[in-house]
């Protein structure tokens, strides 16, 4: 099916941007299963629950979840070094009198990403034999790097904001500084999310996605299609 789709490419892409065919899909790709992520799947009333077409499937996801959950707090407590580092469940908190408890749910587990890539190697050009260990391996590489990640923040928070996020915060999320507990607890989960939700989700997103699939391209489709050109 991808070698028809390569083929249809080729005959309808003007000539000046036929260079640039393995991107544009790549992109399309990205593209479509986003959009049919957003159409199928939202969060609930609460952001750990995951409605599918209108089905509460959260506890399908329960034992990533924890597994996460575990896997962060092994890499951060063990190898990290931080022993006042807690679990309790799938909540994750540093032992200390400011600290900021945080539930691993579903979306940070990287379902999304792993389940976006196995289906943009799964409909893009190369040989089918080798997408049957190299969707795993991704996926492999994907969970590590997320966990990575999450234990990375969890570092960066362990003290509470910096003075000068103040400042930016009020910019950045438009609130409005009050000096009380709740504003202060208000300002230390934006100073988690700025991390969590934007910076480092977008390096995983365009980052780490992108080098993975352009070892695809460069080590395995391009030489299977001159293979096959030779042929």
Request: proline residues 4%.
């Amino acid at each position: 099916m991808t070698n028809w789709i390569d083929h249809k490419l080729d005959n309808l892409l003007p000539k000046p941007i036929k260079p640039f065919k393995d991107i544009i899909w790549f992109l399309f790709l990205f593209l479509a299963f986003d959009f049919i992520w957003k159409l199928f799947v939202r969060e609930g009333e609460e952001e750990s629950i995951m409605l599918v077409l209108g089905h509460d499937l959260t506890s399908l996801t329960d034992g990533l979840c924890l597994w996460t959950a575990k896997a962060i707090h092994w890499l951060v407590h063990d190898i990290f070094g931080y022993t006042d580092f807690t679990r309790e469940g799938i909540t994750l908190y540093f032992n200390r009198e400011e600290r900021l408890p945080v539930d691993i749910v579903w979306a940070c587990t990287g379902l999304k990403q792993l389940l976006m890539f196995s289906f943009i190697i799964a409909f893009y050009f190369g040989p089918v034999k080798k997408k049957l260990w190299y969707i795993p391996l991704a996926a492999l590489i994907l969970l590590t790097i997320n966990i990575v990640r999450l234990a990375i923040i969890f570092v960066i928070i362990k003290d509470p904001f910096p003075e000068w996020f103040i400042h930016v915060n009020e910019w950045y999320n438009d609130r409005a500084w009050v000096n009380s507990q709740a504003g202060h607890h208000q300002f230390y989960k934006d100073w988690f999310n700025v991390f969590h939700r934007d910076i480092l989700t977008w390096i995983y997103y365009d980052g780490v996605m992108f080098l993975l699939w352009l070892f695809w391209e460069e080590k395995i489709n391009k030489p299977y299609q001159r293979l096959l050109k030779n042929k």
